[in-house]
């Protein structure tokens, strides 16, 4: 197996020099293992944030489709996919019963999704697609007719909340970094409207776009577009802290926006959330999304990488913002 090792801590954006790819021999399958062949990882915005804490060297986390080539458990046959959290490496060893924990995807089989491919089992049918499902109805409880915005709007994530706010009766507004995104999540993902927040005065878009105001926000970004946002939501307003990714690459973190009033005198609800909270619900969410899939209600865009040796190139490329939906790397 080929794996990739975290030998310095990121500084600014993560560089190829951070890291180290080290061969490592394969152990006889004992039984109850299996052998699997990674097909797609998973490059993430938390692997910027979450590395920060680890003692190094240590291999890089990671979730991975990967398809599996050797058995020695009865259950997990030949030829079968499995998602799990495997880390940045092409092959692992694994006892399904206690599987590597190197990231926030439980190891699961993946159901038939044809005519799709397999990689949707990182995005919508994988982690992605499961924070946007749990995140948006269990922590914003959205009512149909109510207004939800979303920043990250055009990512993995934030595209597929878009989604289910419409599939929910919502009005949707996303924030976008380009043109092109805004354009893709109102012509082709029905958004009621989507905005450049590099562009735009985000109170002027807000005002003009949401008329009754805001009633959930599902926040992917965090910093000063957020505390906008949250001063202009309804009383009772719920918001889904899900990640925070403005602040991701820096070393120091911005300044404090000070967004207590808002919070105090909308009585509004803010709660962070890590998807792995729902693990013991984790088919139901692949389930819900499998089945929008399969109606035509739930559109994706994958933005693909190739080979093994370009997994840092598409971590910085997220973090640029050059995906539109999930982004992740055929290693073959
Ligand atoms: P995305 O597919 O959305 O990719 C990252 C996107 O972030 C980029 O395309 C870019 O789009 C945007 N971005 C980059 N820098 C900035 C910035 N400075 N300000 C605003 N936007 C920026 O990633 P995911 O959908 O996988 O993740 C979205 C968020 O959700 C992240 O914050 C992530 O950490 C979080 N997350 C949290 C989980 C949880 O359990 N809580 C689980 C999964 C994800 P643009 O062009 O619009 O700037």
Redesign the pocket.
């Known amino acids: 197996a080929e794996k990739y090792v975290l030998t310095k801590h990121f500084s600014g954006e993560p560089k190829k020099s951070d890291f180290k790819i080290v061969y490592e021999e394969l152990p006889e399958l004992s039984d109850g293992e299996i052998l699997t062949e990674a097909e797609y990882l998973s490059v993430?915005?938390?692997m910027r944030?979450y590395m920060i804490g680890y003692k190094l060297p240590t291999d890089m986390i990671g979730g991975q489709v990967a398809r599996i080539i050797a058995s020695r458990n009865k259950n997990y046959p030949v030829g079968a996919y499995v998602a799990g959290s495997f880390g940045w490496r092409t092959h692992t060893i694994c006892n399904p019963n206690k599987p590597p924990n190197m990231g926030?995807l439980p190891l699961n089989m993946l159901p038939d999704i044809s005519p799709h491919p397999v990689s949707l089992g990182l995005g919508i049918l994988g982690?992605?697609g499961n924070?946007a499902y749990f995140?948006l109805k269990e922590i914003c409880k959205p009512q149909r007719g109510e207004t939800i915005v979303i920043?990250?709007?055009?990512?993995?994530?934030?595209s597929h909340v878009g989604q289910i706010g419409k599939i929910l009766g919502c009005r949707v507004v996303g924030?976008?970094?380009?043109d092109e995104?805004c354009e893709y999540l109102e012509k082709e993902l029905k958004f009621d409207r989507a905005f450049n927040?590099k562009t735009v005065d985000i109170k002027a878009a807000l005002r003009e776009s949401a008329p009754n105001r805001v009633d959930c926000y599902f926040d992917?970004?965090g910093?000063e577009?957020s505390s906008t946002i949250m001063s202009y939501m309804n009383k009772n307003g719920r918001v889904a802290v899900?990640?925070?990714?403005?602040s991701?690459n820096d070393a120091v973190l911005p300044k404090v926006t000070i967004l207590q009033p808002a919070i105090v005198f909308k009585e509004l609800k803010v709660e962070?959330?890590?998807?792995?909270r729902w693990a013991d619900r984790w088919s139901e969410g692949i389930k819900a999304n499998l089945a929008w899939l399969r109606e035509g209600k739930l559109q994706y865009q994958e933005k693909v990488y190739h080979g093994f040796d370009n997994m840092v190139e598409a971590l910085v490329g997220?973090?640029?913002?050059?995906?539109i939906?999930?982004?992740v790397v055929k290693v073959k």
Do not use: H, Q
């Not at 920043?151 to 934030?158: D, I, L, Y």
């Open positions: 993430d915005p938390y944030a926030f982690m992605p924070t995140g920043t990250g709007a055009a990512g993995a994530v934030g924030f976008a970094g380009s995104k927040y992917n970004v910093g577009i899900c990640g925070s990714i403005s991701y962070g959330f890590l998807v792995n997220i973090l640029r913002g050059e995906n939906g999930k982004a």
